[in-house]
């Protein structure tokens, strides 16, 4: 953070990893993927998002919550307003008893847009509320739980009760929201028809851009103070509340954060798959996301990536052959990982491959460990020097997974 | 109200009428107590005396049923934990607790008082004065050598150490310590002593204590707790040859 030059950072071990991560989805995937494939990957690097989220909640903060979902899918919902209004013409909906509204809320007898649609007409406004209405409900929940000190397990619950409640609700209430088909047949974006292969490849690009741009801020608020006060707010909370901090106010700006993560992920779904409907934002949706940030690593933002990449990849590969078994392909996969290697697949990395990287770099090594600020101990990878760090944090997690 | 107030006045911390109970048991039972600035005071008494209690209750962690703790003529039954840490108490617990997986550095860099907003410790630059007021206390509490270790490799010792050094980067007027010397080995003792001479020149200091040798090495005046009230009060000798204090904590 403090070196001379940004570029210099790329050079660093850190820099190189995401260097790395840039090298895999900009240029190796597009190129060994046709367009459809790489579609699926846009899909599942939608979920990334979620993933990186919860690293910051769920890892760093500890607060486990079991309902991203309902923030993927709020962020979701908002651009496919936008975009079934769209595609809601009065031409194109001509032969409804009500044209220009939407096909399901005709079918469903409604004769006018309800209220809360009308903004959707604006794009703007959709961009807003795809990040402003997830962290709006999780100020609420946030707010509402965090300063009556609700947490640990209580708290998942809650979460989780939110995601089946959303998911009735929407289910319930046909005529304003798709209902259990959800919000189908989009077809584009300001006039840009996304159903095209170009349109696809071209959002893949923007989803991965994006998702640098979410690794960039949850880079920026773990190597900050703010970063190493969620840490410690996880182990010794009453230490930081007697350190002078408002401890839920911390809770509730982390958690806000991970909605806003979502949000984004959940508006980039909806345009990449190009439909939204409630079976990816209800609890089995939720708990699945956060497989994706346990088997990548729940400390590290980076192996949040991965994991999301991975486990998406193995359900659609397992799925294609035998669907009937992946819940359970799943299940054991998050016991697996819980049990064997709680750090994931990024504490598996740290373990195993840095030490032999420290082999094949030994030369660079002491140059850069001094280029390195002390500050950075909430290093999603960090140095061999700095490993015993994760393991009083994987103490203090054990009874949250129980 | 006037009355409590005029007489509070002298005083950095004034205690009066202090009562909490958990479903009926009194745990302080309509306590009194002052300190004078720069005053070091230990509380000793019996297990189960209420002891932490009423540390608890000065710093917030628990709220009190009825009465009123005035501090620098601010009433702290009102505040949030985090709003009487920034009105000057500082509080240690009795148990280590740092942030293990922070280094000796860190501990005392999220301690050190700014940026306590989310915001603020988002844009939290680590200047030459946090640098400076970290190199400083990190050698009042004799851990100059470890700033860049993990807390987590400090020995138990130590962990109090810097946990005191995490309260006087605070810059607190009132250091409240549970326990400080409890666990550690008679070398460690001692320096904690000298320690804490050096902290009470320029802090008001209330310590729970069972070391009778350590509270009559360090204490200006005891105040004796006995079931939630206050038994006796006064010099070490006075408290020590106290028939009521020999009869219910020293005598046996």
Known sequence: MNSSSPLKWFATREGLYYVALAVLLVVLLPLALDPFRLNMVGKYLTYAFVAIGLVMCWGKAGILSLGQGVFFGLGGYCMAMFLKLEASTPEATAIQSTPGIPDFMDWN???????????FHSFSFTLLAVIGVPVLLAFVIGFAMFTRRVGGVYFAIITQAIAAILTILIIGQQGYTGGVNGITDLQTLNGWDIRTDEARTILYF???????????????????KLGRILVAMNAQENRVRFSGYDVAAFKIFVFCLA?????????????????????????????EMVIFCALGGRLSILGAVYGALLVNAAKSGFSESFPELWPFAMGALFIGVVLAFPNGLAGLYQTYVMPLEDKIFKRNKGAKLEAKPAEKAAEPKPTAEKTPDYDPMIDSYSPEKS | MNAAKSKSGDFLLAVEGLTVSFDGFKAVDDLSFYLDPKEIRVIIGPNGAGKTTVLDLICGKTKATSGSIKFDGKELTKLKEHQIVHSGVGRKFQTPSVFEDLTVFENLE????????????LGFKRDAEVIQAVEEVAETIFLTEALNEPAASLSHGQKQWLEIGMLLIQKPDLLMLDEPVAGMSVTERKKTAELLRVI???????????????VGDIADRVTVMHQGKVLSEGSIEHVKSDPKVIEVYLGH
């Open chain 1, 109 to 119: 007898q409604l004769t006018e847009l309800p209220w809360f649609w009308e903004p």
């Open chain 1, 206 to 224: 923007v989803c991965v851009g994006m998702l640098f741009l979410c690794l960039f801020v949850a880079r920026l608020v773990q190597n900050r």
């Open chain 2, 200 to 214: 009470t020149r320029d802090h008001t200091v209330l310590v729970i204590e069972h070391d009778m040798q350590f």
């Open chain 1, 259 to 287: 909605a806003a993560f979502a949000g984004v992920g959940g508006a980039l779904f909806t345009l990449i798959v190009g439909f939204m409907s409630p079976s990816f934002i209800g609890i089995v949706a939720s708990i």
């Open chain 2, 110 to 121: 999220v301690s050190y008082p700014k940026g306590h907003s989310v915001m603020g410790a």
